[in-house]
C-alpha cells in the first residue's frame, strides 16, 4: 500500500540546536500532518498543511516550530531552536482528501533533545 | 484532559478467539471515528473508519458507535498472532480535520 516515509528515524541534538525533521508523503497526497508522541502518551495533533500553507496548528506548534514542502520535496518541521521538551517521536502523515479521509502515517522520527 | 480514552490498556486472547477494544470520549462534537493499528517499528495504519451509529464489519473487524454515550469499540473475531500489535482509536470534529488519538490498547493473540 501507499507509504509515507521519514528520514531519520532517530535524531539526538543538544538543546538550542535547530532540527529538521524530513518527510516524505505519499505521491498524490495533497493533505499534510505533524503528530508529537511524548513517551507513554497520546500521539497529539501538531499542524496540518495544504497547499503551501498552514490550515490549522495546535497550542503544541510553538513559534520556534515550522513547516515547509518547497517545490514538491520532502515536507518538513523544524524546530529551532530545541528544547528539552521537544523529546518525543514525531509522526508524520499525509491524505489524498480533504474530507473523510485516512490519513497515511510514517513511522516516526526519534527526537531526543540532551 | 485527554480527549479520547481507551481500554483496556492491555490485553491477551487466545488464537482464535475475540478481541474487544473500547474508546469513549468527552466531546460530544466529535463525529467520526477511525481505529488504526501500529506494529512495532512501523506507522499506524488505518483499519477502519465509523460515521454513523451502529456496527460496521469489514472481514473479522467490526465496529460499533453509539453518539449519544460517546462510545466505539472494535472486535475483532478469529484472532490471528498477525493481530498483535498497539490500537488507536482516533476521533475528528469534522471530517477535515486533526484527529484526537487515545494512548492505545496493546493486543497480544497468544498461538
Known amino acids: 500500500g501507499p507509504k509515507v516515509l521519514q528520514i531519520p528515524s532517530h535524531q539526538i541534538i543538544d538543546m538550542g540546536q535547530m532540527v529538521t525533521l524530513n518527510c516524505d508523503p505519499v505521491?498524490?497526497?495533497?493533505?499534510f500532518y505533524w503528530y508529537k508522541q511524548i513517551l507513554g502518551q497520546q500521539m497529539e495533533f501538531l499542524v496540518n498543511?495544504?497547499?503551501?500553507?498552514?490550515?490549522?496548528k495546535s497550542k503544541l506548534f510553538k513559534d520556534q516550530f515550522s513547516v515547509e514542502r518547497p517545490d514538491g520535496s520532502y515536507f518538513t518541521l523544524k524546530i529551532q531552536p530545541t528544547a528539552l521538551e521537544d523529546s518525543a517521536v514525531y509522526f508524520c502523515?499525509?491524505?489524498?482528501?480533504?474530507?473523510?479521509?485516512?490519513?497515511?502515517f510514517g513511522p516516526g522520527t526519534r527526537l531526543t533533545v540532551l | 484532559q485527554q480527549k479520547v480514552q481507551q481500554s483496556p490498556e492491555s490485553l491477551s486472547v487466545p488464537e482464535g478467539g475475540m478481541a474487544s477494544l473500547n474508546c469513549t470520549s468527552s466531546?460530544?462534537?466529535?463525529?467520526y471515528f477511525w481505529w488504526y493499528r501500529q506494529h512495532s517499528g512501523e506507522g499506524p495504519k488505518a483499519l477502519m473508519s465509523i460515521f454513523s451509529d451502529g456496527d460496521k464489519k469489514e472481514g473479522r473487524f467490526t465496529a460499533h458507535l453509539n453518539k449519544a454515550s460517546l462510545h466505539v469499540s472494535l472486535h475483532i473475531r478469529d484472532s490471528q498472532p498477525s493481530d498483535s500489535a498497539l490500537y488507536f482509536c482516533a476521533a475528528s470534529h469534522t471530517g477535515y480535520q486533526n484527529f484526537y488519538f487515545g494512548k492505545g490498547t496493546s493486543l497480544t493473540v497468544i498461538p
Open positions: 502523515a499525509s491524505s489524498r482528501d480533504r474530507n473523510y479521509a485516512e490519513q497515511f
Open positions: 498543511f495544504y497547499n503551501g500553507k498552514v490550515m490549522e
Open positions: 466531546d460530544r462534537n466529535f463525529q
Open positions: 505521491s498524490n497526497h495533497l493533505y
